[in-house]
């Protein structure tokens, strides 16, 4: 798999074992039996749907659908270890069985954490908060960088509704930025890629839902998609092919941004 198919594969891996229980609870089959395209691939729009007034359907995960919403101390998370080779330890200390979706989703972390990062491009997967905070000082210096995360600003939202753009996309500009996503684990393991230069766009938008809802979302706009699969998800909704067009996505509530 390509490196940045890999990393959105790891966005929708979080959001697609989020959406898994809720699917299995609120999705309606459509009229011939099959199960209607997951709604949590309603993330993705383009670079031109940026603008006041603009509406569309999107999906969020609420706060509570992932279980680990804080990082371990460093003393904790190091009596755990964190490696492939570790796995089969790791799968009895938590009791999953090796053949368990749990598993699978534990060795998709592993590896890609392990994976080496391309060059340009800073990557570190982080499950402590002082290992998170020792990696971006190492990428940000002396330069002390801001974080960003998507708000749900209203109690009891609709996960898959439509939203329009109640504000001007207000683009923030930084010479270095990361991305964290959240990674299927036992625990709360960020995946952290970043680089400097402007291949990825950054956006604050505010969102109003159909019901008057609120979301402070984080939008991140691919520049340059032409390393992508072919097949990947974002060109059977949004068109086009690796290299056509930017690809915006929407951050999951879980996710963060440094800016700096
Ligand atoms: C799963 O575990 C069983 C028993 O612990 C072992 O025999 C089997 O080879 C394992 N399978 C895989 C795919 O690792
Ligand atoms: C969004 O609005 C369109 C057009 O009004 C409607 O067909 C669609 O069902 C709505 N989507 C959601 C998720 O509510």
Redesign the pocket.
């Known amino acids: 798999m390509e490196f940045a198919s890999f990393i959105l594969y790891a966005l929708l891996l979080l959001q697609f074992s989020l959406a898994l229980e809720i699917n299995e609870k609120t999705m309606e089959n459509d009229q011939d039996g099959h199960p209607s395209l997951d ?1 949590s691939l309603n993330v993705f729009f383009k670079v031109t749907d940026l603008y006041l007034g603009k ?1 569309m ?1 999107i999906y969020f995960a609420t706060d509570e659908d992932s279980t680990p919403t804080r990082l371990l101390s460093r003393k904790e998370a190091d009596s755990i270890p964190f490696s492939l080779s570790k796995l089969p330890y790791l799968l009895e200390y938590f009791s999953f069985s090796n053949t368990s979706s749990q598993a699978k989703a534990m060795e998709i972390t592993l590896k890609q954490c392990e994976q080496k990062s391309i060059v340009g491009e800073v990557k570190f997967c982080v499950t402590s908060s002082e290992s998170m905070l020792e990696m971006t000082r190492g990428f940000f210096g002396s330069v002390k960088p801001n974080v960003l995360a998507t708000r749900i600003l209203s109690s009891n939202h609709a996960l ?3 939203y329009s753009f109640i504000e001007k996309p207000l683009e923030i500009y930084a010479s270095k930025k990361v991305a964290c996503h959240t990674m299927a684990y036992p625990y709360l393991v960020y995946y952290c890629h970043g680089h400097e230069g402007q291949m990825n766009r950054v956006f604050k938008v505010a969102l109003g839902g ?1 019901n008057k809802e609120r979301v402070e979302a984080v939008a991140v706009c691919h520049m340059d998609t032409s390393a992508w699969a072919r097949d990947h998800v974002a060109f059977r909704i949004l068109g086009g092919h690796p290299g056509s067009t930017p690809v915006c996505h929407v951050l999951p509530v879980d996710n963060l941004v440094w800016v700096g």
């Open positions: 709604s509406r359907p898959f509704q439509n159909e």
